[in-house]
């Protein structure tokens, strides 16, 4: 019988629209080898590493009157070179115009009668490095049944990909008498759950992610105290949060992984890498508002979900239940920058005591390219809440401190693409790897028309931090 989807999952196939498409992207590029970087040798790759993960070959199929969510099936017209697509760069190739390829192919929604996803290519960039700009799905990107594309396709060792035999056919579709009598049997099976999914059908989301919350905190009375507090305090009214079009712009900012750390170095073993991000993203956001003319009281907070990685428990766990969210109040109306890391460290302190949350360098070890999947994961726990809790999106994941192969090319950065919720103007997702922190900044087109201006608050905010931390030296 066909996989069906979970309710959350069938909410993010069913509540998207024009304006908020539901997938989650990543730009990688690369350094081409000797003999280049060929299309064809993409194509390879791919085609032998979805032999692993049946989903990417799988398409949704609703029931006659939806009357229980849709089922995954096998897309029996499935064409890989459908799904891995080549784009080139006009001369001379640079980083802006990749950001505006990347703006605008991730605004546009993925075809929901094929396999959710999509994968490019790009060619002709400055110094001839090549990108590969994925999109996926974020109901496909489960954590348990598939991971997301740019996980599979990246290695710690250079190796030519060699072609293996695609023996694989695709099952016969159910019928929709089948996918009745098939629903039919889970009702039978389970009518408490059955009954609970056709009476709350969409409306289930919220109550899906506070069990992963409970789960990731448990024993965590501070994090479920954090969890109840935000849930009857919606978020500050902010610029970031605006009707948004259908059209998207993208940034990359790099950064140096050394400095976050010489900053941790001179504060308080409390104090983490992360904590230090946190506060550089809010001097960003301080300096943007203050650029924009806005009026920033002294006591103005952004409220920012976090998705954070906690550990599974029992050993049957599995990466999709390794997320849970943490909100934190990022104080732009403090002038210090200090204060700033100093309020953002104890707020993060209060709620990962006793909650299980995996360090840096665990993260870093797991198995295969993680960041990308666990970005995924941090997207579907932001389009899952609801918006009037948080302001925006912050996925911070850390990547493995050496350098991976998609084939026998090099991957040189890594920036990823978190889709915008429903009336959020700015998401923020950001990977360290190979010692550098990668932002990638993904915006609503018309309402943050000055992406380019916070981006280059970023860069401020952390060498005002850093002017400090010296100073103190």
């Known amino acids: 019988m066909a996989d069906r989807l979970s309710a959350l999952d069938a909410s993010f196939f069913y509540l998207q629209d024009r304006s908020t498409p539901m997938h989650v992207g990543s730009v990688m590029l690369f350094d081409p080898p000797e003999g280049g970087f060929e299309y064809e040798h993409l194509v390879s790759l791919v085609s032998n590493r979805i032999a692993f993960v049946p989903r990417y070959r799988q398409r949704v199929r609703q029931l006659p009157g939806r009357l229980l969510p849709p089922v995954w099936v096998d897309d029996e017209h499935f064409d890989v070179s459908y799904h891995v697509r080549r784009s080139a760069l006009p001369k001379p190739g640079t980083p802006t115009q990749l950001e505006e390829f990347v703006g605008r192919i991730q605004a546009r929604p993925l075809d929901l009668q094929r396999p959710l996803w999509e994968l490019y290519l790009v060619e002709g960039l400055e110094g001839g490095r090549v ?79 506070h069990r992963l919350a409970r789960r990731g905190a448990s024993g965590a009375a501070s994090a479920a105290g954090v969890l109840a507090r935000v849930a009857t305090h919606p978020a500050p009214d902010s610029p970031l949060n605006r009707a948004v079009s259908v059209h998207r712009r993208f940034m990359m900012v790099s950064s140096a992984l050394d400095d976050y750390r010489r900053i941790r170095a001179q504060c308080p073993e409390t104090v983490t890498v992360h904590d230090v991000v946190l506060a550089t993203i809010t001097g960003a956001l301080r300096g943007w508002l203050l650029a924009r003319g806005e009026v920033v009281a002294a006591t103005e907070n952004v409220r920012a979900l976090v998705p954070l990685s906690v550990e599974p428990e029992g050993v049957a766990a599995q990466l999709g239940e390794e997320v849970s969210p943490m909100f934190v109040d990022l104080p732009v109306g403090e002038a210090r920058p200090m204060m700033r890391l100093h309020q953002i460290s104890y707020a993060t302190a209060a709620q990962l005591d006793g909650g299980g949350a995996i360090d840096a360098t665990s993260i870093a070890g797991l198995a295969g390219f993680a960041p990308p999947t666990l970005h995924s994961l941090g997207a579907r726990l932001g389009n899952a809440m609801s918006r009037r809790v948080f302001n925006l999106v912050v996925t911070n994941v850390p990547g493995p401190q050496r350098v991976l192969y998609a084939g026998d090319a090099p991957m040189a950065e890594t920036y990823p693409v978190i889709p915008l919720p429903k009336g959020q103007t700015l998401s923020i997702g950001l990977t360290s790897y190979n010692g550098r922190v990668d932002y990638g900044l993904n915006a609503d087109r018309d309402a943050m028309p000055d992406l380019e201006l916070f981006g280059q608050c970023l860069h401020d905010a952390l060498a005002e931090l850093l002017d400090e931390t010296e100073t103190r030296a």
């Open 131 to 209: 990108a590969i700009v994925t999109k996926t799905h974020i109901a496909l990107v489960d954590g348990i049944h598939a991971i997301d594309i740019g996980q599979i396709i990246v290695d710690p060792d250079a190796t030519r990909e060699h072609p293996i035999p695609q023996t694989w056919r695709a099952r016969r579709p159910p019928s929709g008498l089948e996918l009745l009598l098939g629903a039919a049997g889970d009702v039978a099976r389970n009518p408490l759950t059955a009954a609970h999914l056709v009476r709350n059908g969409v409306q289930g989301t919220v109550g899906e992610v």
